[in-house]
C-alpha cells in the first residue's frame, strides 16, 4: 500500500505597505478640480497648488511657491498690489498676471514646475481612500458645540495609529474642539457627514499631538466662520471650502473644487507624517 507523505505550510502573513500623502503633502493648500482665491495671506512654507484651476492671492499676500494646472485652458495666476512669491508655475501658455509692486521671483509657463501638482493629486486621492477603509479605534456619536463649549477627544492607542470616526461635527460659534494624544501618536479623524465650523471656532491639539500627525477627513464642508483655528491636515473630499477672514491653519487645506478664503489667512505650514495600511480589495 501506497503511503502518501503530506505537508502543511503556514500560512503568510499579508502585509498591506503604508501609504501616506505623498506629493500632497508638500502644499499648504492644494484644490483638486477647481481654482483658488485667497483676500491676502501669509504663508509660511508648503506651496499653493490648484489643479484644474487658477490661483489668485490679493494684496500684501506672501507665499513660498504657487502653482496652477488647467491642462492648457488659459491658466492663470493673480498676485494682488505688493504680493511675493518665490516661485510661479503654469502649465504651458499659462499666464502670470502682476498688481502693483507685486513680484514672482522665479516664474515658469513651460509647464515644466507643474510635475508635482499631478503628482499630488494621485497621491491624495490613494491615502484618502486607504484611510476611509482603516480599521476605526474610536466610533463616535456626531458632534456638535453650542456657542463657546468645549469637547476633547483623548485618542486610545499610545504610539500608534488611532482612528476616529463621526458621522458629523458641528462647531457653533467660539467652541473648541481638542484632539489629545502623545508626541508620537497618530490621529485620523474622520467624519463622514458635514463638517460646519462658526466664526471663533477651533480644532486644537493637547499632550503632544502635533499637526503632522493628524489628519481630519469630512465629506462635505459648510461655509466656516471668521477667525477660526484648524490643525491638521484637513481635507473636504466632495466639495469647495469657503473660509471667513482671519483664518489660522496649523498644517495644511486640501479641498475638491473652487475655493475661497477670506482675507488675513495666515498658514503655518506642517507637512503631513500621516500613514495608514494601505486599501486593497
Same mark, same amino acid.
Given at each position: 500500500?501506497?503511503?502518501?507523505?503530506?505537508?502543511?505550510?503556514?500560512?503568510?502573513?499579508?502585509?498591506?505597505?503604508?501609504?501616506?500623502?505623498?506629493?500632497?503633502?508638500?502644499?499648504?493648500?492644494?484644490?483638486?478640480?477647481?481654482?483658488?482665491?485667497?483676500?491676502?495671506?501669509? /504663508?509660511?512654507?508648503?506651496?499653493?497648488?490648484?489643479?484644474?484651476?487658477?490661483?489668485?492671492?490679493?494684496?500684501?499676500?506672501?507665499?513660498?511657491? +504657487?502653482?496652477?494646472?488647467?491642462?492648457?485652458?488659459?491658466?492663470?495666476?493673480?498676485?494682488?498690489?505688493?504680493?511675493? +512669491?518665490?516661485?510661479?508655475?503654469? %502649465?504651458?501658455?499659462?499666464?502670470?498676471?502682476?498688481?502693483?509692486?507685486?513680484?514672482?521671483?522665479?516664474?515658469?509657463?513651460?509647464?515644466?514646475?507643474?510635475?508635482?501638482?499631478?503628482?499630488?493629486?494621485?497621491?491624495?486621492?490613494?491615502?484618502?481612500?486607504? !484611510?476611509?477603509? !482603516?480599521?476605526?479605534?474610536?466610533?463616535?456619536?456626531?458632534?456638535?458645540? !453650542? %456657542?463657546?463649549?468645549?469637547?476633547?477627544?483623548?485618542?486610545?492607542?499610545?504610539? =500608534?495609529?488611532? /482612528?476616529?470616526?463621526?458621522?458629523?461635527?458641528?462647531?457653533?460659534?467660539?467652541?473648541?474642539?481638542?484632539?489629545?494624544?502623545?508626541?508620537?501618536?497618530?490621529?485620523?479623524?474622520?467624519?463622514?457627514? +458635514?463638517?460646519?465650523?462658526?466664526?471663533?471656532?477651533?480644532?486644537? *491639539?493637547? =499632550?503632544?499631538?502635533?499637526?503632522?500627525?493628524?489628519?481630519?477627513?469630512?465629506?462635505?464642508?459648510?461655509?466656516?466662520?471668521?477667525?477660526?483655528?484648524?490643525?491638521?491636515?484637513?481635507?473636504?473630499?466632495?466639495?469647495?471650502?469657503? +473660509? =471667513?477672514?482671519?483664518?489660522?491653519?496649523?498644517?495644511?487645506?486640501?479641498?475638491?473644487?473652487?475655493?475661497?478664503?477670506?482675507?488675513?489667512?495666515? *498658514?503655518?505650514?506642517?507637512?503631513?507624517?500621516?500613514?495608514?495600511?494601505?486599501?486593497?480589495?
Amino acid at each position: 500500500m501506497a503511503v502518501f507523505a503530506m505537508s502543511w505550510a503556514m500560512p503568510t502573513a499579508v502585509t498591506h505597505a503604508q501609504v501616506t500623502l505623498g506629493s500632497a503633502a508638500s502644499f499648504g493648500i492644494l484644490i483638486d478640480g477647481g481654482s483658488v482665491t485667497v483676500g491676502n495671506a501669509s /504663508v509660511m512654507g508648503g506651496y499653493i497648488g490648484a489643479d484644474d484651476g487658477n490661483v489668485t492671492l490679493g494684496n500684501n499676500s506672501t507665499a513660498p511657491i +504657487v502653482l496652477a494646472d488647467t491642462d492648457g485652458n488659459g491658466t492663470v495666476i493673480t498676485l494682488g498690489n505688493y504680493t511675493n +512669491v518665490l516661485q510661479c508655475g503654469t %502649465d504651458s501658455g499659462g499666464t502670470i498676471s502682476l498688481g502693483l509692486g507685486a513680484q514672482c521671483f522665479s516664474t515658469d509657463t513651460s509647464g515644466g514646475s507643474i510635475g508635482i501638482l499631478e503628482n499630488a493629486e494621485n497621491d491624495e486621492e490613494t491615502f484618502e481612500n486607504a !484611510a476611509q477603509c !482603516a480599521t476605526v479605534t474610536q466610533p463616535l456619536s456626531a458632534i456638535s458645540l !453650542a %456657542d463657546g463649549k468645549k469637547m476633547t477627544i483623548t485618542d486610545t492607542v499610545s504610539g =500608534g495609529l488611532n /482612528v476616529i470616526s463621526v458621522p458629523s461635527i458641528t462647531l457653533n460659534n467660539s467652541s473648541t474642539l481638542t484632539l489629545s494624544g502623545g508626541s508620537t501618536d497618530t490621529v485620523v479623524l474622520l467624519d463622514s457627514g +458635514v463638517l460646519s465650523i462658526g466664526s471663533g471656532a477651533k480644532i486644537v *491639539l493637547t =499632550g503632544g499631538l502635533v499637526p503632522a500627525n493628524v489628519y481630519i477627513n469630512a465629506d462635505n464642508s459648510g461655509t466656516w466662520g471668521n477667525s477660526i483655528v484648524l490643525s491638521g491636515t484637513l481635507e473636504v473630499e466632495d466639495n469647495g471650502c469657503t +473660509v =471667513g477672514s482671519g483664518a489660522v491653519i496649523n498644517g495644511a487645506l486640501i479641498c475638491e473644487n473652487d475655493t475661497t478664503i477670506g482675507p488675513n489667512l495666515r *498658514l503655518n505650514f506642517s507637512a503631513s507624517a500621516v500613514s495608514v495600511p494601505g486599501c486593497y480589495s
